[in-house]
Nanobody
Framework: QLQLVESGGGLVQPGESLRLSCAAS???????????IAWFRQAPGQERELVAA???????YYADSVKGRFTISRDNAKNTVYLQMNSLKPEDTAVYYC?????????????????WGQGTQVTVSS
């Protein structure tokens, strides 16, 4: 079983940056290397949407709304996934969730992800 714990959310002003972290833990000897990873977000009254994803081989996907502003990355030695968010906008306000998929192939469908964190709130407001 894999546990994911997000951190790094908060309240920022438009134009500022945040870096979200997602620490993964599992059985002894566990490594995140072979998992596909992703960040989703959900605003009040909205569907959960994919923000960014990365395969185990390093392929990445970004939603059009964040392309050029957000970067997904991972540190396999630390079993941690990151989402660097720059030039934040009020419409980026949401709860952000990290997710992992045992199969390392990148997928855009949330139902294909096997593990989820509890979410971290990001609020962008002046």
């Amino acid at each position: 079983q894999l546990q994911l714990v997000e951190s790094g959310g908060g309240l920022v002003q438009p134009g500022e940056s945040l870096r979200l972290s997602c620490a993964a833990s599992g059985a002894s000897g566990f490594t995140l290397n072979h998992y596909a990873i992703a960040w989703f977000r959900q605003a009040p009254g909205q569907e959960r949407e994919l923000v960014a994803a990365a395969s185990s081989a390093g392929s990445t996907y970004y939603a059009d709304s964040v392309k050029g502003r957000f970067t997904i990355s991972r540190d396999n030695a630390k079993n941690t996934v990151y989402l660097q968010m720059n030039s934040l906008k009020p419409e980026d306000t949401a709860v952000y969730y990290c997710a992992a998929r045992r199969a390392g192939v990148l997928t855009l469908t949330r139902y294909n992800y096997d593990y989820w964190g509890q979410g971290t709130q990001v609020t962008v407001s002046s």
